[in-house]
């Protein structure tokens, strides 16, 4: 069963007594006995688990795990510090710095941005080894889109950092006038250079935070 242990535990309970959460329930542990499946079991919620509801500032939204061993860790984007850098890694990166926007030490381990209000979350949240998007049709988006849109419903402005087409189809469920909503190319090497360096998404997304009185994410 969902434990978060914050306020996001309500829409979880409400969430995994209906059908459509129970046979993704079933069908993930025989997965999860039969083969590989990341991120390991007790870390499928932790971009939740970091950043409460009320929390969050911001909302990046990824496709589905990395599926080699070591990487996902529940957190969309995220590798475990010492694992090497997805290419989509590098390039957020690349466009942080040439942004010029307020930074930290880097890491892979994005725990720090989750910490300080940035949801880090993915459509899907399982994959099986080696084989990408293989638990697409599992029926976490049900979850998931149910998350972006309580966010979106929500009257706390937000940024929603949306990369690549599969992201801004979530455009549709942010209903509240008041968030911030970003979209561009993914920033993956096969479309990084069509749109996503040079966005500005990042700057932008700590403008609007400091105009709505929120302290500015420290990328």
Not at 39 to 60: C, G, H, Q, W, Y
Not at 158 to 168: E, T
Request: net charge negative; proline share 6%; aromatic share 10%.
């Amino acid at each position: 069963m969902i434990n978060v242990g914050n306020d996001w535990q309500g829409l979880m309970d409400e969430e995994q007594g209906k059908d459509y959460y129970l046979a993704l329930r079933s069908r993930l542990k025989e997965a999860y006995r039969k083969g590989e499946v990341y991120p390991p079991m007790d870390e499928i919620f932790n971009a939740f688990r970091l950043t409460p509801f009320s929390s969050v500032k911001v909302v990046i939204v990824g496709q589905d795990p990395y599926h080699e061993p070591g990487q996902a860790m529940g957190l969309s984007f995220s590798v475990r510090e010492g694992c090497e850098e997805p290419p989509s890694l590098r390039n957020i990166h690349q466009e942080i710095v040439e942004e010029g926007v307020e930074q930290g030490p880097w890491s892979s381990d994005l725990s720090r941005w989750a910490r300080q209000g940035v949801l880090l979350l993915n459509s899907t949240l399982t994959v099986e080894a080696h084989r990408a998007a293989s638990h697409s049709q599992l029926g976490w988006e049900r979850l998931t889109d149910r998350c972006i849109e309580a966010l979106g419903a929500d009257t706390r402005p937000k940024v929603f950092m949306l990369w690549g087409s599969h992201a801004r189809r979530k455009a549709q469920l942010v209903t509240s006038p008041v968030h911030l909503i970003l979209e561009s190319a993914h920033p993956s090497p096969l479309s990084a250079y069509r749109g996503f360096f040079g966005n500005g998404h990042f700057r932008a997304c700590n403008d609007f935070l400091r105009s709505t009185g929120q302290e500015p994410i420290v990328w």
